[in-house]
């Protein structure tokens, strides 16, 4: 199992803006970086990975650990002989800060919600680039990260990725019987690993079909 704990990515202010509802670009009245301020101090960034082989067919996907039915999944892994399978966590201090703040200030603490999406969102970013890197002096790329609950993929398969990284033993990342994670601010996700020369699928949030969704990109 490999653990990582990258240097912080940089921000970007304007996600931040777009997951607080600001879509306009307004943030009168919005104490921006006073927020990032104090998330600097609590933020810890963590993530766990490993590789594992992949058998995409149609709408059912074997991860060698565990087998899911899903065809979005499928798509997104087909081609793939091998897939990234990785947990990230910005930490349980951004739970806390946001906790409080909802008791004095509902409008600071709904800003650094939006530090603390814009945060794990960017952690992933950053962390599949650094992937990609490694993989294209193999010929290799990594497809875009798909997690449980996107499209038809079940919530309910984190527990098979919570249990085949063994989230909380390396990285303090825990499981509710509700599927909600602790700390709030963290994602799992899959990424299928194929010849860099097979091209890129798009984006999840092209083959999410929950359009609603305010984090829609």
């Known amino acids: 199992m490999n653990v990582l704990s990258p240097a912080e990515p940089p921000v970007n202010r304007r996600e931040i803006l777009r997951y607080a509802g600001c879509r306009g670009g307004g943030a009168e009245g919005l104490p921006l970086e006073e927020c990032l301020r104090l998330s600097a101090g609590v933020l810890s960034y963590r993530v766990v990975w490993e590789t594992f082989p992949v058998s995409a067919q149609e709408d059912t996907v074997d991860l060698g650990f565990a ?5 979005a999944l499928a798509r997104s892994l087909a081609g793939c002989g091998s897939a990234l399978v ?19 200030s509902p409008s600071t603490a709904l800003l650094l ?13 950053a962390f599949c680039r650094g992937q990609n890197t490694a993989l ?14 996107y499209g038809d993929l079940p919530l309910a398969f984190q527990r098979e990725i919570f249990r085949a990284l063994e989230c909380e033993k390396r990285i303090g990342l ?11 601010k963290s994602v799992t ?9 097979a091209g890129r699928e798009s984006a999840p949030c092209a083959q999410c079909g929950k359009a609603d969704c305010a984090y829609r990109g």
Do not use: N, Q, W
């Open 174 to 184: 825990t499981l509710t019987d509700s599927l909600l994670m602790s700390p709030a």
């Open 67 to 71: 087998r899911v039915r899903s065809a």
């Open 136 to 149: 294209a002096e193999k010929g290799l790329a990594l497809r875009p990260r798909f997690s449980p609950g």
């Open 113 to 125: 919600h939006a530090v603390g999406t814009e945060r794990i969102e960017s952690l992933c970013d």
């Open 86 to 104: 990785f947990a990230a966590t910005v930490g349980l201090g951004m739970d806390r800060l946001i906790a409080r703040y909802e008791r004095v």
């Open 189 to 197: 996700a899959i990424a299928g690993i194929a010849s860099a020369c």
